[in-house]
Every structure is written in structure tokens, then in C-alpha cells.
């Protein structure tokens, strides 16, 4: 059997000279979950709309399975469960008539749809309250059902957009236990989400995406290794000529985003001495620091280290 649920290629979307999605290849393989990462702006969004199916690529293809995006729409489409940020579903009914209509939509009818309406109710834990209304459940809920909406046709994959997005921390980690148990039994999982600890604790793999391009594809736990001890990023008031950033290289491996910002790459017990002797150096030239912050490595320190802009959680 063929590893791969997802087959990326040469991916683009162009909107005049707009390069929203540029040349992006991926894979996504069974029973992982791959996750969607980037700063606003990045090309996240517009790569998930071309991966479901709502977005046509200007070039390249995406294959669910077996089956071309683009020539079998509808038998690839069969295969993908998404999850959008945006609730989608109607609050004057219930959960579970929810459900049942857009089982419908999907093909199901009868017992095998009461069935599975009732399987993925229970899998989300809102069995108990599948005849409310869902203009009374609380924003964990409603997340939670939106979820279940995608699972409700047994999908090869899940494709999750945010899903955590506008809730409180206790809510959030009742979803990422359900997901890590869907994913646990089989289910591949593509995960966007802004909320980075999610991923690092989520992903078995991220591809982080800037400008329309993947910029980089590994495991969290190697990107998070190649930043060693962390970092230190400084923030100058004016910009920083080419000697002064000579300096700084002296003090460890030097990433420099802007005229302004500095990434300097920590060894082990460096961080006290780096400090000083940034301090140091910006009063003897007479620089103004706006800011010096030390990053711990994390997930989150690695993408503000490859595209020198953190990411900002949407809607919350």
C-alpha cells in the first residue's frame, strides 16, 4: 500500500502578481499528523484552500490517495475531512440534526448514518447533549462539533484550520486529547494552527511556510535542536551598519532579519555573557536598544528564527 495520503506538487497560487502559494512539494504520510505553520499572511490559508479543494491552483497538483484533485474532485474530496476555522453549521438545530443533514450532503442516509452521527458524538463527548440547540453550547462545544462534522463521513485524512482558536486553555486540551486519540488509532491529521505548542506537542512532522514558500520541513524536535541553547533577539532603534553587526557575529552565529533586528544563536552558558556584551557594544557606539529578549527553544522561537515575525493567533 502506498504510504502517502497526501502527494503535493509544484503547488501555486498567483492572484496577478500576488504569489500567495509558490512551488510548494510535500507529502503527507498515513497516520501522520503534518503540520501548516507560519506567521500571518504566510500562505497557510490559501495552501489549505487548495488542498480541499475550494481553491484553484494556478499550476501544480494535489493527489488525495489515489486520486487527482483536480481530474477526480469528487472521489477526492470523499477522502478529506475539514475542519474550518469558522464555525460551520446551522445554531438553530441540534447537534445532532447537524449531523444528519450534513450526512446527507456526504451520501449517508438511514441506519448507517444514525449510526455514525451517533459514533462521533460520543468520540467528541456531546453524546449527552446532542438535542440541544447548538446556539446554547459554549465555544469549546461548538469547536468540538465542527470536528465531528468532519469525521462524520470516516475520512482518510482530517484537515483542521485553527480548531482551537477562541477558546479557553481547558477546552483546548480536552480537543488536543481527542485529536492525539483520532490520530493514535490511525487517522492522518494536517494542523494549522497559530497556538505553536499545539504543534510541538501535535506534529510528527511541520512544514513552515512564509511568503508563498516553504521555508522549512522537518520534525519540531530537530528544529527546535538547531537552535541550540536558544537565542537572544535584540531590537535596535535605528539601523545597524555592517561593523557593528560584525560585533555581534563575534558573540555567536548571527541570524539578521531587518536593519534593526538580530537573532544571535546561544552556547551553552552564553546567555549572561552575550547580554552584557550587547549592552556594552550598544552604548559604545551609541545605539538605543528597544528591546532584548532570551528565547528558550521552542517551537515558537524556531519560526520567529526562520521568518523574523512571530505567529498571531487569529480571532481570539
Known amino acids: 500500500m502506498n504510504d502517502v495520503i497526501v502527494t503535493v506538487k509544484n ?9 500567495a502559494a509558490s512551488k510548494l512539494n510535500f507529502n503527507i504520510r498515513h497516520g501522520e499528523c503534518f503540520g501548516l505553520l507560519g506567521p500571518n499572511g504566510a500562505g497557510k490559508t490559501t495552501t489549505i484552500g487548495m488542498l480541499t479543494g475550494l481553491i484553484d491552483p494556478t499550476e501544480g497538483r494535489v493527489k488525495i490517495g489515489d486520486f487527482d484533485l483536480q481530474v477526480d474532485p469528487l472521489k477526492a474530496k470523499a477522502k478529506i475531512g475539514f475542519v474550518p476555522q469558522d464555525f460551520a453549521f446551522y445554531p438553530t438545530l441540534s447537534a445532532r440534526e447537524n449531523l444528519v443533514f ?16 451517533d459514533l462521533v458524538l460520543q468520540m467528541v463527548e456531546l453524546n449527552d447533549c446532542a438535542g440541544r440547540a447548538v446556539s446554547t453550547f459554549s465555544n469549546g462545544m461548538k469547536r468540538r462539533l465542527n470536528i465531528a462534522i468532519g469525521l462524520l463521513h470516516d475520512p482518510h485524512i482530517l484537515i483542521l484550520d485553527e480548531p482551537t482558536v477562541g477558546i479557553d486553555t481547558h477546552r483546548r486540551q480536552i480537543i488536543l486529547e481527542q485529536l ?12 494549522s494552527t497559530h497556538y505553536l505548542e499545539e504543534a ?13 514558500k516553504i521555508i522549512a520541513l522537518d520534525t519540531p524536535k530537530q528544529l527546535i535542536s538547531e537552535l541550540g541553547e536558544g537565542i537572544i533577539r535584540v531590537c535596535f532603534s535605528k ?14 552565529p548571527l541570524v539578521h532579519w531587518d536593519s534593526t533586528i538580530a537573532h544571535i544563536q546561544l552556547k551553552k552558558n552564553s546567555a549572561d555573557h552575550v547580554i552584557r556584551q550587547i549592552v556594552v557594544s550598544a ?3 551609541g545605539f538605543s536598544i528597544e528591546s532584548l529578549n532570551r528565547l528558550k527553544p521552542t517551537l515558537e ?3 520567529l ?5 512571530s505567529s498571531e493567533v487569529k480571532g481570539s
Open 305 to 309: 528564527h526562520l521568518t523574523g515575525r
Open 180 to 191: 492525539q486519540r483520532f490520530n493514535s488509532d490511525g487517522l492522518s491529521i494536517l494542523y
Open 200 to 212: 510541538q506537542r501535535l506534529c510528527h512532522r511541520v512544514a513552515v511556510i512564509d511568503k508563498g
Open 11 to 19: 503547488l501555486s497560487k498567483h492572484y496577478g502578481e500576488t504569489k
Open 239 to 252: 539601523p545597524i551598519p555592517s561593523s557593528h553587526l560584525d560585533r555581534l557575529r563575534q558573540l555567536g
Open 283 to 285: 552604548e559604545r557606539e
Open 301 to 303: 522561537t524556531a519560526l
Open 102 to 117: 450534513f450526512g446527507r450532503i456526504y451520501g449517508l442516509h438511514g441506519r448507517h448514518l444514525r449510526r455514525r452521527a
